[in-house]
């Protein structure tokens, strides 16, 4: 009870502190194009908010290495105000809780939380739960009634079956989301979780572009589960080849959940559009995405705060379609390096009955990037 | 030649005088729900603009009976200034034409055009051709390039494959094209449909819906050539079992093409779902949407005229989904009240190698009516 | 505590006593097209069973009026061998989990679930729970890990935020379903459901359709809990402008979930096809869909028991695409029959804060279909 | 009229001689993964024919570089049996014609045929007359009328609005259709197509997977048109920026239609989730799908030649899911293979008003390989 409270407390995830001591890809040399943001995070597109569960207790037959990420799109205001969004399913081997209203409404409504695969009906039920305790529901009584909660599987390191995560750390998390710099690797829904056979986790990266003047900035979070090592390419270099298993190797599993918020003012069509790229730099890390895995997207925008309060007549305001190519790129862009952070911010961890993954070694891949003329200083 | 030249003529179709000559279901007393607009038509949403070209030549083996419909969204100034626009395919087995890039862009740029299979192309790269003798394409090359073009099967009537729609009726129907009352039943690429064993063709209708105080139109235009006789109901009459066919009943063949306008602000999504609902119109008529039948359906708005000029940002105004229910039942209503407008002023017509088909008898459908308690007077 | 082990008996739901004991829309004599099984239910399709817990406790402020419904394509033998499935939301405000997958392999891996909104979570976990109580996972971990849980909403009539539907009470539905004929009206996860401003709930039916020669079966169970009172059409008839509603209506909300089962060899593509044509049965209720209606439905067909064993190579039967469409009616003939059914079984309910809803008058129906000439004796 | 006939001429395409005589990527030393069947093209699937109408007249204003190129999935046997078939759009800037058929059915009937913008209509039509001299439709008069015929823009290079295809063009390519090696680069639908700012067109690949003790070839071809220069990745080697272009960069403008056969026995929606992969080698490339960009997919089978004759019981074999990893794999690596091979073979062009497209300079790329260390001897 003591670690379990423990492990609560790691929910005050997101410490400037904490996330400036784990490594990032751009500080390795790995080249990355495009501008980011300040933090390289979703949380430079205002007002996201992010906030982790992490939970590591015991060790052997029923090791937990399990948790929950939330992201609410326009912080406490989520409560209040949808967010236009939409969303792809690349490989729908995999859970993502809530999208039929997505796709039907061109909303949003509620945060995005991702979590291991066999506690997504808890933290759904844990998520109306929370919302009741915030106040009532609208008057059709629906409201926050179709939560979004994501998956990827953590079965391999942590005890899956024994059901871990609790209504509690879901309030944790959402209780404890801020913006600013959020932690990576295994933390949240991403604790256990793996990569191209090393350890992975949580990613994140942002973009800012430019349209016409004015300034946009895009931003990806991965929960990231998937790959097979011989195909993994990290900046075009054949990585995965380079760097062989020593035990067979699996093929494409697990999964990935990618999570796109922009501050771009787009409309639930486009933003199903920017769903789609996110498997574009997915496929650009080595993924085919492989028929055990699901890759599931989901995007929205937090501009247009005030055009789905359930008025009549609403404005919205949008990005025209022949002006969308910069995000288009971006999305691709910052969804291959967050996948990469995760990778880089994820450190060796042993779980479930001894099961291990190690984190892909530092020094190793940047000497491979230096001998394929790929490393940036 | 001379033929063909008074055939074109045809095109002028839509003259107040011929619109108000042919017999509509709605005077018969044939009840239906809701409030339609004063010409009962897809033209009561301003500034839609509706032509015909009607081909009728011959008798017996190469006999001619197809034509072309088009629906310019904004009249002339469609040349400029595309609709949103959403589609839904209930069942596949027809041709749309250029429905990507309506579910990609969410826009509708140019005329929907209405004819028989296999005159399809020819359509197409017609109204392509039309574009370009109206100016100059824009920069990119690629406006108005993706032409929307439906059909449904007039090979039991007309020598389809004698390919008699040429270029020229498609610029005759596209000129013609105005607002106003519209003619009905074997008229434009309706010319020689049948539904549910009776003959059939084109059939609008129209419905005025409030929402908080703004008033609202929304109109259909069908081309129709669809359904079982055994299924066909009525104003809930089960009239087709009540008038079965001497001959073998062929099943739910042929297909139906319904298009939706309104003037009601509503974002591509949404058209998704109003066009949805047009099959909830159709399932009223008896239709299963059979193996053969091709139910595809396009919706536009005619309202942000302003939103897709192709700047960077755009303002779209849009009803809040709480507030979409009237369109929705708008669209079933005037889907339902269009097809049996179709079938009300068709005629009787003997076509390719002396088939033939029968209108369905008004006064026989009358007295059902009364029989059944659904007569209005 | 006494109270909730009475309610799990209830979950002994489908003695052919009990399911004698309800009234149903034929016996009344509505009249209805094609051919029932025996049953004239999903179960007429072998081996699918069904199994319900319904929770009806304590009175006025925190009633509960809840409940689970499952549906088992292959009975016990689920457990090991998937159905072809395949689905269509017709209007996504509503939830039904783990249709990413049945989209992407084609195949419903596990039991169907039904229960309130609020509940889903915990009835989806606790399907994985009991799952693996019953043996191990296979090879990959993922097996039945992404179960089928839908829902309509029962905070009208129940307390919904008080959760009260817990893992027991989905084994008890999952340990009690069985073939033969089922309840129907306030049972199991449609205890608290209303139709058209009518108490309803559960309801099922069935068609026996020819093709070539031989016989198959096509089941359809509902949870209905959708529709606006002056659009209710039973048999054609205008019923619901008939018995208006004295208190003002509230429009098409609710939801409706529509499970269609066939032991017709049905490969996927084929199965969304047939999911579709469930919405053309609800069309003929008077539905339209309405904004805050979750209308969802799953299609899967018995037939082809080891074509998904994982085996690298598979043999699967299917009917030809031209030979669907007795199938394509069955759908729409038995939705539309389910719905009525489960008005008809209904009884009236009292629930949280003294809300109410009475069953449709039985009598004053039967007077109005013979008023319109469809009373059949 | 002789210049006309000395081009149809040309269409005899698809000789050893000829397509030995043009450059691959392979033999250039740019590394693929995965291995090809013995010609590299999609012509390895048997019984896939490849035809070409390649038109290429005078220069300057109204000079013509565009043509047609077919792909019967069962050479002649095409006309009598249809391929279970599937489709992706990842954006769906462009025309697929006869795709609503594809997704409803599952079935492609007939060839595929690809072609500039402007003469989607005519190819189509003609691919139906073409059906017609061959002998009669089915009894339902449907069979082969919605023909899929794909574009991309050649109005760079080619007087577009010449309209310059016609129907005995689409004639000689399915006359002169047949297996074997094939031309790539300037030839067919592809002649005037450019990619990321360099020449580009038709390009083709194969590979051979093993499933179970089972070999089975896939095969991919490509029209590629797309592609903004600076993004140009090959074998993960930023080539573009590395080789910037000297005008304005467009941007991802272009389209293109990717075409993939596969003699494994797969099942309709197994084939939209291979369709889907050709976008994954797609974004190896550099491309992020631009919002002019026509990226549109099709996928088909040659396996289960007897599947579907319109029997109203079919028998279809097919791989399982959690055996499909290598094809999709397989999918990526073709496709991105034959898009490089498609520029590799391409040629300079001179056209419509001296427009102009170099080939990517061969030396210089081998060059770059080399110096990032992904030259392969």
């Known amino acids: 009870m003591k670690t379990l409270l423990a492990v609560i407390m790691l929910s005050a995830c997101c ?3 904490l996330a400036a001591e784990h490594p990032r890809a751009r500080a390795l040399g790995i080249p990355f194009d495009g501008t980011p943001g300040p933090l390289n995070a979703i949380t430079d597109v205002a007002p996201v908010a992010v906030g982790y569960t992490t ?3 015991g060790a052997g037959a029923h090791a937990v290495r399990t948790g929950v990420t939330v992201i609410l799109p326009r912080g406490r205001a989520t409560l209040d105000k949808p967010v236009f969004a939409g969303m792809f399913s690349l490989n729908g081997n995999g859970e993502m809780t809530g999208t039929h209203w997505i796709e039907e409404s061109g909303f949003l409504e509620g945060p995005v939380t991702l979590t291991g695969t066999h506690s997504v009906g808890t933290v759904r039920d844990a998520v109306i739960a929370w919302r009741i305790k915030q106040g009532k ?5 629906y409201w926050w009634s179709l939560p979004v909660v994501a998956e990827t599987w953590d079965g391999e390191l942590s005890d899956a079956n024994g059901f871990h ?3 509690e750390h879901v309030f944790a998390a959402l209780e404890g989301s801020r913006g600013g710099a959020i932690a990576e690797g295994n933390v949240g829904g991403g604790t256990a979780m793996m990569c191209h056979g090393f350890k992975c986790g949580t990613g994140t ?11 946009y900035t895009l931003g990806v979070l991965v929960q990231a589960n998937y790959g097979a090592r011989s195909e993994l390419r990290i900046a075009g270099v054949p990585v995965g080849k380079l760097m062989p298993m020593k035990r067979p190797e699996p093929g494409d599993q697990g999964s990935i959940i990618i999570v796109v918020a922009t501050d771009a003012p787009l409309l639930p069509h486009q933003l199903d559009r920017i769903a789609k790229r996110a498997g574009m730099g997915l496929a650009r890390m080595g993924s085919y995405a492989g028929n055990g895995s699901g890759d599931i997207f989901v995007a929205f925008s937090t501009a247009n705060a005030e055009a789905a309060k359930g008025a009549a007549l609403n404005d919205a305001r949008f990005v025209g379609n022949d002006h969308l190519d910069d995000l288009f790129n971006a999305t691709v862009q910052a969804t291959e390096e967050a996948i990469v952070n ?26 491979l990037l230096k001998q394929y003329g790929r490393y940036k200083r």
């Open 15 to 17: 410490g400037t502190t």
């Open 55 to 57: 939970l590591i207790e």
């Open 137 to 141: 529901p609208d008057a059709s009584g």
């Open 165 to 167: 995560v609790k209504a």
């Open 205 to 215: 990266s942002s973009r800012v572009v430019e349209i016409a003047g004015q300034s």
């Open 342 to 367: 995760a990778m880089i911010a994820a450190r060796d961890m042993r779980g479930e009955d001894g099961h291990y993954a190690n984190a892909i070694p530092h020094a190793a891949l940047v000497e």
